[in-house]
């Protein structure tokens, strides 16, 4: 069983982690990874069916089952950070992050204070109001994971000022939507992966992406990537029922 904050530690002392994205919106998926012993998992409300219920019960599931659950929200702004946080989750992954302006706007929107998010003590976040104020209102710094996704021609050219904002915990490639933003067709185009071996040496932040199950990810641990995700449980489902099949047909 992992905590959130410690969760968080391993992140930002570049620990290497592994995770999967979920796509499906229903607890028991949540349990039946957690299981398979990633060390977090990565809910995928900008490209699922997640709404605000279905995050709720797939993040009770994670705490049941021992395993952070970052949130991937459609968009950065204050009312999927607010439910998402009070919700529980381990912290939140933010799609096209281009300036340094922008990160540091999440940052206050993750934390309270002025300018912050707003403070609720009776949420799970806050253990139902089993947590002082204080620490409480303290608790974002030390629990709440903050990753910003590069995935723009924008963003590339800002990434180290964007990794540099104070509370960007992590900086998390997005190559696919690299190789449109630059009009590549493919995926594994080698200018991406320059692109993508520059961003994940940037300093004061940790970094990481998004592997395809099976790919080696020799060349990004090496570019100073610690932060996996490897797959969904789709793909997983899909590959594994496909070498199923081709193998009973010959």
Not at 48 to 74: E, M, N, Q, S, Y
Not at 78 to 106: C, F, K, R, S, Y
Not at 181 to 189: N, P, R
């Amino acid at each position: 069983m992992t905590t959130n904050a410690e969760f968080k530690t391993k992140v930002t002392s570049g620990v290497p982690v592994i995770g999967a994205f979920i796509k499906t919106p229903h607890p028991i998926i949540i349990e039946v990874m957690a299981l398979a012993g990633y060390d977090f998992l990565v809910l995928d409300a900008e490209h699922a069916p997640f709404d605000r219920t279905t995050l709720d019960t797939c993040l009770i599931a994670g705490r049941a089952a021992g395993i952070p659950c970052i949130v991937r929200v459609p968009v950065g702004q204050t009312p999927w950070i607010l439910n998402t946080l009070d919700a529980g989750a381990a912290g939140i992954m933010v799609p096209h992050v281009v300036t340094a302006d922008q990160a540091e706007a999440l940052v206050r929107e993750v934390r309270y204070g002025p300018g912050g998010r707003g403070f609720a003590g009776t949420t799970r976040a806050a253990e139902y109001a089993t947590r002082s104020l204080t620490a409480h209102k303290d608790s974002p710094l030390a629990e709440v994971t903050l990753m910003a996704q590069i995935e723009d021609p924008e963003g590339v050219d800002n990434h180290a000022a964007i990794a540099a904002v104070e509370g960007i915990d992590a900086l998390f490639v997005g190559r696919a939507d690299l190789a449109v933003s630059y009009e590549y067709d493919d995926f594994f185009a080698p200018e991406v992966g320059d692109m993508t071996e520059t961003i994940l040496g940037a300093n004061g932040a940790a970094t990481g992406l998004y592997c395809a199950p099976g790919e080696d990810t020799s060349r990004w641990r090496r570019a100073g990537a610690n932060v996996f995700v490897v797959g969904s449980e789709h793909t997983l489902i899909a590959s594994a029922g496909s070498a199923l099949t081709k193998e009973f047909k010959g």
